[in-house]
Every structure is written in C-alpha cells, then in structure tokens.
Nanobody, 122 residues
Framework: QVHLLESGGGSAQPGGSLRLSCVVS????????LGWFRQAPGKELEGVAA???????LYGDSVQGRFTISLDIASSTLTLQMDSLKFEDTAMYYC????????????????WGQGVQVTVSA
C-alpha cells in the first residue's frame, strides 16, 4: 500500500508561481514512477509531469518549460514547481504512484493522493 499526501497549491495571479508537494509513504519499491496530474471542471484528467526514481522526467506539452518536477528520495517528497502560471492551469492537482518507465498515462497509476486545488485568477 502506498500513501500519497499533497500539500501546497492555493491561488496565484497569471505569471505567478506556486509549489506543490507530495509526501510518499508506505511500500516503496526500489524503482518507481511518481507523477502529477490535474483535472479542471468538465475536463478529463491530464498528465502534467512525471519522474522516475532514476531521475528521468516527462512533461505534458501544456506545461513544458514552465513547470519543474523533482524528487527528494531521502524525504520521499515529490515537488512540482509551477512558474509562469496561466488561467488554464486552474485545476485540482493530484499526485500518483506508478511503476517504471516514466509515464503520463493515468491508467498506469495505481495509487493517488486526495488532491489540492490550484486557482489562477487576476
């Protein structure tokens, strides 16, 4: 059983920044993938960024160059630094756990956190 607990989020203006964190606990295999997904009202779940325990990262096209995913293995903390925020980044953000290789396919993720809200408004 893997437990994921997100924190951070909140509100920001366009062009601003926010940081999300996700602490992973429970069973952690030697090799794994962690990812961030988001879902806006009325829209499907979208893969934002993912990283595997070996360091390989993958970003969704809509956030490439603006968001940065990182993993602190020592503290089992996944972080998403979100810069240059846009209105369309408004969504509920979830972290999830999967197996390698790195992927942004949500069906590949077996465990999820409860989500945090990110709102970008003027």
């Amino acid at each position: 059983q893997v437990h994921l607990l997100e924190s951070g989020g909140g509100s920001a203006q366009p062009g601003g920044s926010l940081r999300l964190s996700c602490v992973v606990s429970g069973y952690t295999p030697d090799f794994y993938t962690l990812g961030w997904f988001r879902q806006a009202p009325g829209k499907e779940l979208e893969g934002v960024a993912a990283i595997c325990s070996e360091g390989t990262t993958l970003y969704g096209d809509s956030v490439q160059g603006r968001f940065t995913i990182s993993l602190d293995i020592a503290s089992s903390t996944l972080t998403l630094q979100m810069d240059s925020l846009k209105f369309e980044d408004t969504a509920m953000y979830y972290c999830g756990s999967s197996n390698p290789p790195v992927t942004l396919r949500s069906p590949d993720y077996g465990y999820w956190g409860q989500g945090v809200q990110v709102t970008v408004s003027a």
